[in-house]
């Protein structure tokens, strides 16, 4: 998902570590970038020092998530969690919110969402090449496969050997909604925030509603839709910018747990609103791994959508 249309977008990033304020029209952006994606909070006009304070808590709360549950760390709680693989380990509150998360996530989805299956990106590159990984080498992998095999009563982990986790899958929409209640609960202007296209909103700003442009795929910001948000979240998943184009067909990146193989039929894109981005995030990620009837999923969720074929 692109950044709000009307708004401008940053044509630089920041470095790493860094805020930065851009006046975009009647509104303040303040832009950082965390978790491999522009981010930005979007505010009225206002005390410029008010701005920046707030777009930094955000930021350093993003980067704290980010550092915390990152898989590339060797100091995140992932990385201490996989060290002590096999022996039972008591996580702190946060880490055991995600986990109980997690586990009913895998239960009500009957096995599609699982923070397990991201051991098959040993098998899959997604990087535009267009080798694929064999039959023996995808078999290898699903026996390590399975929320199920987790022993896991909040707060008490076990992780067995050779399994991993990741909550690549929930992170970003976690922080947003982070981020979001800890701001909204001291700021009563308008304001969004949007972690690399999931966003969330508190209240339309005096020009009218937010309006969101949705990425069309394989494009670079070029926006195939214009939503309007007044207030709630929205979330975007697809596989536009990750792939693997094998004999003329398209591989995806979402891949089905059960099967290790990219989902069949799946949409290009699945925009969902909801009110927290969390949800919204988790419904449009099931929709893809649902295929062909991600359109049918989504229905019976009763949540407003937009899909990209």
Same mark, same amino acid.
């Given at each position: ?27 303040? $952006? ?8 522009? #981010? ?22 993003? %980067? ?5 549950? /990152? ?74 496969? *399975?929320?199920?095999?987790?022993? %896991? ?15 690549? *899958?929930? *992170? ?46 394989? !494009? ?15 979330? !975007? ?5 990750? #792939? ?13 747990? =059960? ?11 699945? !925009?969902? $609103?909801?009110? /927290? #981005? !969390? ?11 649902? *295929?062909?009837?991600? =359109? ?14």
């Amino acid at each position: 998902m692109a950044p709000p249309a009307d708004n401008g977008s940053p044509t630089t990033l920041p470095a790493p570590g860094t805020v930065r304020l851009e006046p975009r029209g009647k509104m303040l $952006a303040v832009v950082f970038a965390a978790m491999a994606s522009p #981010c930005e909070v979007l505010l009225p006009t206002m005390d410029q020092l008010k701005a920046m304070e707030i777009g930094r808590f955000v930021a350093e709360e993003t %980067w704290r998530i980010e550092k915390k549950f /990152s898989r590339y760390r060797d100091d995140s709680v992932l990385a201490w969690i996989h060290r002590n693989r096999g022996r039972e380990l008591t996580v702190d509150a946060e880490t055991s919110a995600l986990l109980e998360f997690a586990r009913q996530c895998h239960e009500l989805s009957e096995g599609l969402f699982d923070i397990s299956s991201g051991i098959l990106r040993q098998a899959w590159r997604f990087d535009g090449s267009s080798g694929l990984p064999s039959e023996a080498t995808i078999a290898k992998l699903l026996p390590l496969i *399975g929320f199920e095999k987790i022993a %896991w009563r909040a707060p008490r982990l076990l992780l067995p050997e050779d399994m991993e986790i990741d909550f690549g *899958g929930i *992170g970003k929409e976690y922080a947003v909604d982070r981020a979001y209640e800890q701001v909204a609960a001291v700021l009563h202007e308008p304001f969004l925030i949007n972690l690399g296209g999931d966003l969330r909103a508190n209240r339309p700003p005096a020009q009218g509603a937010w309006q969101i442009g949705v990425e069309r795929p394989d !494009t670079d910001r070029d926006a195939a839709l214009l939503l309007s948000l007044e207030h709630g979240a929205l979330a !975007t998943s697809g596989d536009s910018h990750r #792939c693997i184009v094998h004999d003329g067909k398209r591989y995806g990146h979402i891949l089905n747990p =059960r099967t290790g193989w990219p989902v069949v039929d799946a949409p290009r894109s699945v !925009t969902v $609103a909801a009110s /927290s #981005c !969390t949800e919204a995030g988790l419904l449009a990620t099931l929709a893809l791994l649902h *295929g062909a009837t991600a =359109r049918s999923f989504l229905e019976e969720q009763r949540v407003r959508f937009w899909i990209l074929e």
